[in-house]
């Protein structure tokens, strides 16, 4: 069976504090997707966003 | 907020007495008190326990008041009102949003066919202490669990519409930050950076406001200094401005009150004046009219604000149909739980059930000859914290055992009590010897957990360790089933069971679910909401920690050689100034996500659709899709809980080392031989 996830930007922002006003943003960089039944047990896939 | 013909004929209307009267809900045990609230003008009251009273509450405040107002009936409907459904911790362990929203859906309508109207759940406070009694209300250590589980039960508790007459109005709770209070103590203070808070503490609410929770609960904690019942920044500026929060912001009980205690207030009025600045609307226990009136007139409160809270509480009853018909028929008062609901309640404990370890001692085999002990063995108490003397009861296990094997020769010694009690071990040693299996049922008693109820040590309490170790040592294999509300401390004995599996507090039909899974007629693959320390001098644990500059791959060790840089070079000593406690190995107990089942799974390799995707994209609401081929590799169907971490590699700031951002819980077959 395939399980499928979607992952986007609420995904992969986060709240950055930085500036008076807090800013959900995505960063541009190098992810990596760890996948599996456990947390001790996962598969690792990688992608990037630029 | 635009408001309604009615809401603005009604504020025109409205005395100044009578709008204060609308901004609090309080508790009289006794009918007749409750019916002189109403009849001085309060807008909301608690449920007095059945339909008739219900309807006559409601009668007064359409009758005997000046302008009819009907009352909001608030219930702490935590997790089940008549049919008790696992703790909320347990939910979460399910993996499975739609459990959530079917057992708040079924709360939602015993509650509501009672006349109940509002309740203060769910708890979405990340939780990541388990010394801290309340982490059995809510989702437990993760963000994204917490978000999902919370929007799930707003579903199920609101449905489509607040007026149908198997909804209710939810109060996400406690806004915010109650989940990380020093040392774990329950009311204790909070200090969150806006890092943290925005984060951690503030995503499930956001997630729960966009669900549409009618209502929003400020916590006892002070955030940054500030109790958050004074918070004006937290629940003005953040909740109502920036999310744009339509709905109710009602006080904890007594929380503005506890303003005086807390040193931000000198006397009641001021209490009332800074929480009403602040952005509460609704206070919970009475402060406005136990104040001196003269402090709270329209010189000391600002008629906008005070307005704007009345219209929010005025919304809320008209959304909830209480202007058409504020009453129930009270026939169709659901007073037992219904086969559908113990039927639900049942799958959801077993779901809810997560297999710590197994040697393959589970499931039972039709061992003929068993001995039953430990103080859950013969225990009722399965319906966990925050349930009434209303709510059904619960079975022993003993019994569902007996009725459940009737051709196994049990022996049933319960040995020990929770706490203490009489030292029965000798005998149940002696009893397990000619034993082919031992099962052990432990666990904290139920008013171990929930509010006000904070541990300092997490091993199971009284004498239970001693029991299960005594046993275990015949060399008869031993299954210990947990029961309790939040994580223990299990390294004294968890090496010496054959299989352990974490029941939760399961609730009215705990035992026969427990049943169930030792039986294989059901399958605990749940997975644990929150990790299980090492020792109670570990916490917090929670996985989704920062990333630190240094971090261990190994655990510590105690020893009294000493390191000398400049003999050994900072290289070879690299191991010993990392993150960790000497006297610790490397990791929780069982980490978040832990567990297994009775069937067993092997992950192809993940596949991802993008390689690289233009940050423009993500904006536009394109996504990275990641695929897994799961396969059944045992002879039997089972669940299997599929779970994605993120790792971003490199950021602005020290990023958690994973977060959870998706999973899924799937029934899947055997594959074919």
């Not at chain 2, 001692?361 to 003929?368: A, E, I, V």
């Amino acid at each position: 069976m395939t399980v499928s996830f979607e992952l986007g930007a609420d995904q992969l922002g986060f709240w950055a504090t930085d500036a008076a006003d807090a800013r959900f943003i995505v960063e541009p960089g190098l992810f990596r997707l760890h996948v599996g039944g456990t947390l001790e047990r996962t598969q690792a896939v990688e992608f990037r966003v630029r | 907020m635009s408001q309604s013909r009615r809401i603005r004929m009604l504020l025109d209307e409205l005395s100044w007495a009578e709008k204060l009267g609308q901004l609090q809900i309080v508790f009289r045990p006794d009918l007749h008190d409750a019916e002189q609230l109403v009849r001085d003008g309060i807008g909301s009251v608690f449920w007095p326990r059945s339909a008739a009273a219900t309807n006559a509450l409601q009668r007064v405040a359409v009758e005997e008041t000046r302008l009819g107002i009907p009352v909001l009936v608030g219930l702490d409907v935590i997790h089940g009102h008549r049919t008790i459904a696992p703790v909320p911790l347990a939910q979460a362990a399910s993996f499975d949003p739609s459990v959530v929203r079917d057992l708040a859906r079924l709360a939602a309508a015993e509650a509501r066919s009672a006349g109940v109207t509002w309740t203060f759940s769910p708890m979405v406070d990340v939780s990541r202490d388990p010394r801290w009694g309340r982490v059995v209300e809510g989702y437990g250590e993760d963000v994204h669990l917490t978000a999902e589980m919370g929007r799930a039960m707003v579903r199920g508790y609101q449905g489509e519409t607040l007026a149908a007459s198997d909804a209710i109005a939810a109060t996400a709770k406690h806004f915010v930050a109650y989940g990380q209070p020093e040392g774990g103590r329950d009311y204790n203070t909070v200090d969150a950076s806006e890092h943290r808070l925005r984060n951690v503490h503030l995503e499930p609410f956001r997630a729960v406001v966009d669900e549409g929770a009618a209502s929003v609960m400020a916590a006892f904690n002070t955030v940054g200094g500030r109790p958050m019942h004074a918070n004006r920044r937290l629940l003005t500026d953040v909740l109502k401005s920036e999310w744009g929060f339509g709905g109710v912001i009602v006080g904890d009980a007594d929380g503005v009150r506890n303003l005086i205690p807390h040193g931000v207030a000198g006397d009641l009025a001021e209490a009332v004046r800074v929480a009403c600045v602040a952005g509460l609307d609704v206070e919970m226990g009475g402060a406005p009219s136990d104040a001196q009136a003269a402090e709270l007139g329209p010189d000391r409160l600002d008629p906008a604000r005070v307005d704007d809270a009345v219209a929010r509480v005025l919304a809320l009853k008209e959304a909830l149909g209480l202007f058409d018909d504020p009453f129930v028929p009270e026939g169709d008062e659901r007073t037992e739980p219904t086969e559908d609901a113990r039927r639900l309640v049942r799958t959801a404990a077993a779901r809810s059930s997560v297999l710590l370890t197994n040697d393959g001692t589970l499931p039972l085999s039709n061992p003929p000859r068993v001995l039953v002990t430990g103080p859950y063995a013969e225990s009722t108490d399965h319906l966990g914290a925050w349930t009434q003397s209303f709510a059904a009861g619960a079975r022993s296990i003993a019994d569902e055992l007996r009725s459940r094997m009737p051709r196994t020769d049990l022996r049933v010694i319960p040995a020990v009590g929770f706490l203490d009690g009489h030292d029965g071990i000798p005998d149940a040693v002696a009893a397990a010897r000619d034993r082919d299996v031992v099962l052990v049922f432990a666990g904290e008693p139920s008013t171990l957990s929930g509010e006000a109820a904070s541990r300092s040590d997490l091993r199971l309490p009284g004498r239970q360790e001693e029991l299960i170790r005594q046993v275990a040592a015949t060399g008869v294999p031993v299954v210990v089933v947990l029961e309790n509300g939040r994580p223990l401390v299990v390294a004294d004995w968890i090496d010496d069971a054959a299989a352990v599996v974490e029941a939760w507090h399961g609730g009215t039909e705990a035992a026969a679910a427990i049943v169930d899974v030792l039986l294989g007629d059901a399958e605990p693959a749940g997975r644990l909401p929150m990790s299980f320390p090492r020792s109670v001098g570990q916490v917090p644990i929670h996985y989704a920690h920062e990333s630190t500059g240094r971090p261990a791959t190994t655990g510590g060790m105690l020893t009294e050689a000493s390191v000398d840089i400049g003999l050994h070079g900072p290289d070879n000593v690299h191991e010993q100034y990392t993150s960790k406690y000497l006297d610790l190995e490397l990791g929780p107990q069982f980490a978040f996500g832990h567990g297994s089942g009775y069937a067993a799974f092997t992950h192809g390799t993940p596949r991802v659709s993008h390689g690289e995707i233009p940050l423009e994209a993500l904006e536009r609401g394109e996504t990275v899709g990641i695929d897994v081929v799961v396969t059944n590799t045992s002879d039997r169907s089972g669940d299997e809980v599929v779970q994605a971490y993120l790792e971003d590699v490199v950021s602005s700031v020290a990023p958690p080392v994973r977060r959870l951002v998706a999973f899924e819980r799937r029934t899947i077959e055997p594959e074919a031989p």
